[in-house]
C-alpha cells in the first residue's frame, strides 16, 4: 500500500490524551513543532518514546480537519512501527486481491465491514465469498504491534484490556458452527518481529479465549507481518503463532 498523502519526517516529542501528538518537523519543513491526530486509542507501548522519529501524513492547509496532520508511524531503533489502525484492513485486502496470503486465495469476491453476529451487531472486517471448494471466510483484522517475550522478539496483542476482541472471537467462532471459515489474522506492523502470540501479561482473559477459539472452535490464526516506510506498508511474511 502506497501512502495517498505527502509524507513528512519529524521527531515526536509526546503523544498525549491518546489521540494526539506533538512532533517538530525536519528542518526540510520549517522545523516547527505541530499537533497531529494520533489514529491509535491503543496502549502504544513498545512504539514510540519521546525523541524517536516519527512519519506525519500531510492532509494540506485547505481542510477541514482540526489537525492538519496525521501520525502515521514512529521509528523504533532500526523499525519503522506502524501507528494508523486505519492501514492494516486495506493493505490485507489489498494482499488478497494479489494472492499474496496463500491460507486466504482463491476466494472470487471480497467485501467489508461486513454486518454479521448475534444480532446483527458486530461487523466483520473482510468476508470472502465464492470459492470452488471452500466455505465462505470471515477474516477479523487485529493491528499487532506491541513488542515482547522472552527473547523480545514476540509481536503480541493485545496491547490492552479488550473485551471487543473477545467478542470477536465468540462471533467467529458461532460461524464454524454454522459451516463457515473464520480466520482472525493479526497484521504485525513492525518488520522486528519473529513470532506471534498473545500478551497474556496485558489481558489474560483474551489469551484464554482465543486459545479456546482454536482449539474448539477451529478458528484460524493467521499472523503476517509488515514492513512499514516513509513511502508504504508491505506485507512481508507469514509468523507462526506461539498459542
Same mark, same amino acid.
Given at each position: ?13 509526546n ?35 519521546p ?34 489502525t ?5 493493505? +490485507?485486502? =489489498?494482499?488478497? %486481491?494479489?494472492?499474496?496470503?496463500p491460507?486466504?486465495?482463491?476466494? *472470487?469476491?471480497? /467485501? !467489508?465491514? @461486513? ?37 523480545n ?7 490492552? +484490556?479488550? =473485551?471487543?476482541? %473477545? ?9 464454524? *458452527?454454522?459451516? /463457515? !471459515?473464520? @480466520? ?29 477459539a ?22 512481508l ?7
Amino acid at each position: 500500500m502506497r501512502y495517498e498523502l505527502p509524507q513528512l519526517r519529524g521527531t515526536l516529542i509526546n503523544r498525549y490524551k491518546r489521540f494526539l501528538a506533538d512532533v517538530r518537523l525536519d528542518s526540510a519543513y520549517g522545523g516547527g513543532v505541530v499537533t497531529a491526530h494520533c489514529p491509535n486509542s491503543g496502549a502504544m507501548t513498545t512504539c514510540w518514546a519521546p525523541g524517536c522519529a516519527a512519519l506525519l501524513s500531510d492532509h494540506g492547509p485547505d481542510t477541514h480537519r482540526k489537525l492538519r496532520y496525521t501520525l502515521e508511524a514512529c521509528r523504533m531503533g532500526r523499525t519503522w512501527v506502524g501507528i494508523n489502525t486505519m492501514h492494516p484492513n486495506r493493505v +490485507v485486502a =489489498e494482499a488478497i %486481491r494479489r494472492e499474496q496470503i496463500p491460507e486466504l486465495a482463491g476466494y *472470487r469476491e471480497m /467485501r !467489508r465491514e @461486513v454486518v454479521y453476529g448475534k444480532g446483527g451487531r458486530s461487523r466483520v472486517d473482510i468476508l470472502l465469498t465464492a470459492h470452488r471448494s471452500k466455505p465462505d471466510c470471515f477474516v477479523e483484522v487485529k493491528n499487532t504491534t506491541l513488542r515482547g517475550g522472552d527473547d523480545n522478539c514476540g509481536a503480541l496483542f493485545p496491547d490492552a +484490556v479488550t =473485551e471487543r476482541g %473477545r467478542k470477536h472471537l465468540e462471533e467467529l467462532a458461532r460461524e464454524i *458452527r454454522r459451516g /463457515r !471459515r473464520a @480466520v482472525i489474522f493479526f497484521f504485525v506492523g513492525r518488520a522486528d518481529c519473529r513470532w506471534m502470540g498473545p500478551a497474556d501479561a496485558v489481558d489474560p482473559e483474551y489469551g484464554k479465549a482465543l486459545r479456546k477459539a482454536v482449539a474448539r472452535g477451529k478458528v484460524e490464526p493467521l499472523a503476517y507481518r509488515a514492513r512499514v516506510s516513509p513511502g508504504s506498508i508491505a506485507l512481508l511474511e507469514r509468523l507462526p503463532v506461539c498459542l
